[in-house]
């Protein structure tokens, strides 16, 4: 059952990164990051559910950490940002979702550094 704290984080980092692709697509004119940028959304949700789920084990099990309890913040602030921008269309949750987006990779891979040894 511990196993499945390292397993669900490296899943949400995996979907976190696949959305953070939607922010090279215009830089990079490949047809694999064309349609993983195609499917932001999914995984900006995917890697919050994920992310909800890693840490109610690392809760369940006595092993939650600052760095992963800010890293959660900052992915529960992206996405809910990024959803209330599609939703709304507010410039404002825009440009949040645009700096925590960055904000969040930069806390995941601290959090991943800091952590790695269970």
């Known amino acids: 059952m511990y196993t499945l704290i390292p397993i669900t984080g490296i899943v949400t980092a995996v979907f976190f990164f696949l959305a953070a692709t939607n922010g090279i697509k215009k830089y990079v004119k490949n047809g694999v990051v064309q349609f993983l940028a195609s499917q932001h959304r999914l995984f900006g949700a995917l890697a919050a559910l994920t992310a909800i789920v890693h840490m109610i084990l690392a809760v369940s099990m006595g092993a939650l950490r600052i760095t992963g309890t800010v890293s959660i913040l900052g992915i529960l602030v992206t996405a809910i940002a990024g959803g209330g921008f599609f939703q709304?269309?507010?410039?404002?949750?825009?440009?949040?979702?645009?700096?925590?987006?960055?904000?969040?990779?930069?806390?995941?891979?601290i959090h991943i550094i800091f952590n790695s040894a269970y």
Do not use: D, E, F, M
């Open 88 to 109: 709304k269309g507010s410039r404002g949750l825009y440009i949040t979702h645009r700096i925590a987006g960055p904000v969040t990779a930069v806390l995941i891979i």
